[in-house]
């Protein structure tokens, strides 16, 4: 048995004995029991419980005997009545009690009975305290901290003043979920010496004796009382707490409102997400060497892209660090976010030489690649995103025929860059209910904000539509869903890539708002070579007799068109167990002009004949 226990159980002895016993002098033998177990603690070295209590809540020699009483009774599993409690109150202090219902923190009191807080109990005893509902009791210690380093300081000059002046004061941090604060709070704790006593504004009832229980804990650990509200209003709470205590702290969400009445002032600091250059620290310190097992595609700068709360970032490095170290590491960790409703996926890494575009289309496709990558050092270190802190989002949009390269050209964009891309689910977007377009656009790019992703809305003109006049309501509420639309790509601070068909479509306002306009034609022959050349697998057998140059100048067809005609020829030659000849890819040709309703020249026929 530890020393600390053998103190404890005389301790409770001497309380029980006071109870049970029928000495005169009972009153002087429990104060002397009291003193004897403390100076031996002291001349010891020994942690008492007992002494640190007697300390911080600074009590004197009529408390002791009382509490001692109560914690020897209870420990024999029996408790007193109010009416004992009172006789007792009355041996002790030698008068009788003010108010039975005013008693100190440490005590429980009902109509039947007087019980030790279990706080206190669990202090003596060496224990984790017995909490109200919705506490909790963090034992802080320093860690590593990014992007702190400014709120900590400030926080220890807050925490100075609060103990000089005595004012009724509250420290808030607010932030996205995710963003960190409860680490934070724990941390400013920290730096403080002292625990954390959180409070759970959802769950917690807020009833006296549950702050009793609150107050003594701050008492007994030197801990800071902070309340993380939630979604309910418990303004009542707030006013309980700032009666409890004159300091304490307040956890909340972003854009939630905090009423306090005018005596208390409120401090509010607000966790911004990390920059890229931090992000990239907290990448190389918590990967480290294992940063050279990520794919080839996936460098420490594309993980620094991730537009995630502080919090957040941090775990998703260590999810990626536990998955590189069990040597599992999927590509679908790093590809933000994973399942949606409004957001899919598009895999493939598609490469500038597999793009078949003119020359200046294709140079300026590599331009943008060029400025997006220049972005940061432009935002950042050259000013001007605290200059122009609206608007700098970037979008491109690629207009021409079906079939010439816009989603292959999204793809290469992705690639080049190091983005994951992700297609907006038009279907899921556009509601016929009136608002609940606006809220599944908000939705898209909240998602999107966490991934630093490029979006695709392809056939963009399915949305992005001309804004007309106003003659209904129907069409103000449309234009109103452009126009927020617009509105969101613009704060958007990844890249929108928007594929039409229908230039037409799109006013003036619209394409002045947009950043690159890229002009997508169809193939001239040259190009079409090049496709059906490019076109098949080395794996795939096709016939000498293949001749791209023929193909390419009798066929006026997109390379969607290629691509299609070479499955449907592959697929043919496939079922006759052929390589593919010359008669199975017109045969692909022949079904796509059906599928667009064209007709065929009479040389185009005269070919056609030569081969089918």
């Known amino acids: 048995m530890k020393y600390t226990e053998i103190l404890n159980r005389r301790l409770k002895k001497a309380g029980r004995e006071y109870r049970t016993g029928n000495h005169s002098d009972k009153k002087e ?59 007792l109150w009355i041996q002790i202090y030698e008068e009788e009690p003010e108010n039975m219902k005013a008693l100190p923190v440490w005590y429980y009191f009902n109509e039947e009975y007087v019980e030790l807080c279990p706080v206190l109990s669990g202090w003596l005893e060496g224990t984790m305290p017995v909490l109200p509902s919705g506490v909790q009791l963090r034992l802080t210690e320093e860690k590593k901290t990014y992007g702190l380093e400014e709120l900590l300081a400030e926080s220890h000059r807050i925490f100075s003043l609060a103990e000089q002046t005595g004012d009724p004061m509250i420290l808030c941090l607010t932030g996205a979920a995710g963003s960190g604060r409860e680490y934070a709070m724990e941390q400013i704790c920290a730096g403080q010496n002292l625990a954390l006593l959180l409070i759970d504004g959802e769950t917690f009832r807020g009833t006296e004796r549950e702050l009793n229980a609150c107050i003594l804990s701050a008492m007994l650990y030197e801990a800071y009382p902070c309340v993380w509200l939630g979604k309910t209003e418990r303004w009542e709470l707030l006013e309980k707490m700032r009666e409890s205590f004159s300091f304490h702290g307040v956890i909340r969400e972003e854009g939630r409102a905090l009423a306090e009445r005018p005596e208390a002032s409120v401090i509010t600091r607000k966790l911004e997400q990390p920059d890229r250059k931090l992000k990239q620290q907290m990448a190389e310190e918590v990967l480290g060497d294992l940063a050279d097992r990520l794919p080839e595609d996936i460098s420490l700068a594309h993980l620094a892209g991730r537009q995630l709360p502080m919090g957040d970032y941090l775990r998703y490095l260590k999810t990626i660090r536990t998955e590189l170290l069990a040597d599992s590491f999927h590509e679908q960790t790093w590809n933000l976010p994973s399942d949606s409703l409004h957001l899919q996926l598009l895999t493939g890494n598609r490469r500038f030489s597999e793009l078949k575009l003119p020359k200046p289309q294709y140079e300026q496709l590599r331009r943008i ?20 802190s609206y608007g700098n989002g970037i979008s491109v949009l690629f207009y021409g025929a079906p079939g010439t390269g816009k989603t292959m050209a999204a793809q290469v964009l992705a690639t080049e860059l190091g983005r994951p891309l992700y297609r907006v689910d038009l279907s899921q977007l556009i509601s016929k209910y009136i608002g609940e377009t606006q809220k599944n656009i908000g939705k898209v790019f909240d998602e999107a904000d966490r991934c630093d992703c490029i979006l695709l809305f392809d056939e963009a003109d399915a949305i992005f539509t001309r804004r007309s006049d106003v003659s209904d309501a129907q069409d103000r509420y449309s234009n109103a869903e452009t126009a927020y639309l617009l509105q969101r790509i613009e704060q958007y601070a990844g890249i929108s890539v928007l594929a039409t068909n229908l230039l037409q479509n799109f006013d003036e306002a619209f394409r002045r708002r947009i950043s690159y306009m890229v002009h997508f034609p169809m193939p001239d022959a040259s190009l079409r070579k090049e496709l059906w050349e490019e076109i098949f697998p080395v794996d795939t057998p096709v016939d000498p007799e293949v001749d791209t140059c023929m193909l390419a100048q009798a066929f006026e067809i997109s390379g969607a068109a290629i691509k299609n005609a070479a499955m449907h020829g592959a697929l043919e030659a496939a079922s006759e167990h052929s390589p593919v000849k010359m008669k199975h890819l017109l045969s692909g040709i022949q079904n796509e002009y059906s599928k667009q309703g064209r007709n065929f020249s009479a040389a185009q026929k005269e070919l056609l004949e030569a081969f089918l």
């Open 29 to 87: 033998r429990l104060w002397n029991a009291i003193q004897e177990i403390m100076e031996e603690a002291e001349g010891t070295g020994s942690f008492l419980p007992w002494t640190q209590a007697v300390q911080k809540l600074k009590l004197n020699e009529q408390q002791q005997m009382l509490i001692a009483v109560l914690w020897g009774t209870e420990t024999y599993g029996d408790r007193l009545s109010v009416e004992e409690f009172r006789r």
């Open 369 to 388: 690649c060029r400025m997006v990558e220049a972005r940061e050092e432009v935002m950042e270190q050259w000013g001007f995103g605290r200059k122009f």
